[in-house]
């Protein structure tokens, strides 16, 4: 039997209700099946894939079709988790009508229930036009990572007076231009608890403290699968990077020594 994703209603509900949400990065149906089995409530595919999938600095350079390809694999791989595809850079900062093709397109093709973007009041036409067609917008503040050469680097946002006026004033026109749910990315905990006690709408957040309505990873970090990675917003829940590392060494020794394959393991 065909199960119902959960819908952003529901998400919306649970917000209300003080049930925190819990949202994962995935990129191919083998996680995205694991990430079912393991209760995720929501799963975004998102260009961090860039980084992750990829090997590249930044987010940058992932294309529409990259994570189209990316959402078809996680859309098959799970059916119950409310799945959310990022809108890469470029594909929506410049005409609307383009941008409301895209995110159509995402939709379409990659399977997703909704999209999501970066950036604060300058994005209200675009998500408006984008939710009058059908289309559902997750928004993206704070340490946006399409921005990274504007903002100098991966730091913490919203750290003056100002920048936390502007932050909580670039969340209210996103929830007024119809997201209906906020990340909340690298910013100080008592404005995120700011941000999401002033918005009807969810509050995700990562790097945001314990006071939005749910929280988001990227996958591989909290499995932690890049021994490197370890800022402190991230809370590594596996050491995948050892377990990785220990069976393929495993492996290639026995394969080397001859101990693998043995008769059980031949036909
Ligand atoms: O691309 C991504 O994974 C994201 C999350 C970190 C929020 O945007």
Known sequence: MKKKRISTRQLRKWAEDGRKISMVTCYDATFARLVEEA??????????????????????????????????????????????GDLPFGTYQGNVDAAVMNAARLMKEGGVQAVKLEGGAHCAPTIERMTTAGIPVMGHLGLTPQSVHQ???????????????????????????????????????????????????????????????????????????????????????????????????AYAEEVKTGAFPDDAHSH
């Open 151 to 249: 903002l100098g680097g991966y730091r913490i946002q919203g750290r003056t007076v100002d920048a936390a006026e502007k932050l909580l004033a670039d969340a209210c026109a996103l929830e007024a231009a119809g997201c209906y749910a906020v990340v909340l990315e690298g910013i100080p905990a008592p404005l995120a608890e700011r941000v999401s006690a002033a918005l009807a709408i969810p509050t995700i957040g990562i790097g945001a403290g314990p006071h939005c309505d749910g929280q988001v990873l990227v996958l591989y970090d909290l499995l932690g699968l890049d021994g490197a990675f370890n800022p402190k917003f991230l809370k590594k829940y596996a050491d995948l990077n050892r377990v990785v590392v220990d069976a393929v060494r």
């Open 39 to 84: 209760g995720a409530d929501a799963v975004l595919i998102g260009d961090s894939l860039g980084m992750v999938i990829q090997g590249h600095e930044t987010t940058l350079p992932v294309t529409l079709d990259e994570i189209i390809y990316h959402c078809r694999a996680v859309a098959r791989g799970c059916r119950r988790p409310h799945l959310v």
